[in-house]
């Protein structure tokens, strides 16, 4: 019993440690990429005149959403009726009514860009990371032979992580009904061939490192027979 918790808490910390690397490595690269659409360098020299094209683009995203803003402002009845008013007091406010439309508009825009990089990776690092605990688990475990392992560890992996992954995305079960949709998916390229090198990777370390094991227990089997 005391093994199988041993175990157990390994397997989780193999999940917690991996989950939490993978998103910082996937949600940092988005970051730079992020930061880059908007020719923000933070390591640069600040007097860098930014690329106009890429600050037009920021203009063309902010752009309909502040004029959005302004035309509700001027049709607000509650603009200048020289009475106090509140978000929350009942009434159909404009947001521009409290905040600078242009101010807002920004603000909007960049809320909204953070929330994507920090949330698109969330539940594909916590599959990932489901997937290589259930890989370690499996690898070192001494009660299942070679083939189950690979059955168990990858192949059933290979199988179900874009399943579940384009269940998230699309609600759809396409497992029965677009099967190429799913396993032929350019995007999850990455993932296969990520996958399985990490997968021989663990695999050889822990035949290499039971096989010393094995040898130790061999030489202090024989010097104790002496």
């Known amino acids: 019993m005391k093994t199988f918790f041993k175990k157990l808490l390994k397997t989780v910390l193999i999940f917690i440690l991996s989950t939490t690397v993978l998103y910082c490595i996937l949600t940092a690269n988005t970051f730079y990429r992020f930061f880059d659409a908007i020719d923000i360098h933070v390591f640069s020299n600040t007097s860098r005149l930014p690329d106009s094209n890429k600050v037009q683009r920021i203009g063309d995203t902010v752009e309909p959403y502040l004029d959005l803003l302004e035309e509700e402002l001027a049709k607000s009845p509650y603009l200048n009726d020289g009475q106090e ?9 404009s947001l521009g009514e409290f905040y600078d439309p242009l101010s807002f508009a920004i603000w909007a825009h960049l809320q909204n ?8 990776y969330i539940l594909i690092s916590i599959l ?30 290979i199988l179900l992580i874009p399943q579940i992954l384009m269940f998230s995305i699309t609600h759809n079960l396409y497992f029965v009904g677009n099967i190429s949709a799913v396993y032929f998916n350019p995007k999850l390229i990455y993932f296969y061939i990520g996958y399985t090198i990490l997968f021989i990777l663990m695999y050889v370390i822990n035949y290499i490192i039971g096989k010393k094991m094995t040898k130790k227990l061999n030489e202090t089997i024989q010097e104790t027979n002496k």
Do not use: Q
């Open 113 to 120: 860009a953070l929330y994507y990089i920090f949330t698109k």
């Open 85 to 93: 008013h509140s978000i929350t007091d009942g009434h159909m406010h």
């Open 128 to 157: 990932l990371g489901i997937a290589i605990a259930i890989a370690y688990a499996v690898i070192t475990s001494k009660k299942i032979n070679v083939i189950l392992k690979i059955v168990i560890g990858y192949v059933a992996i």
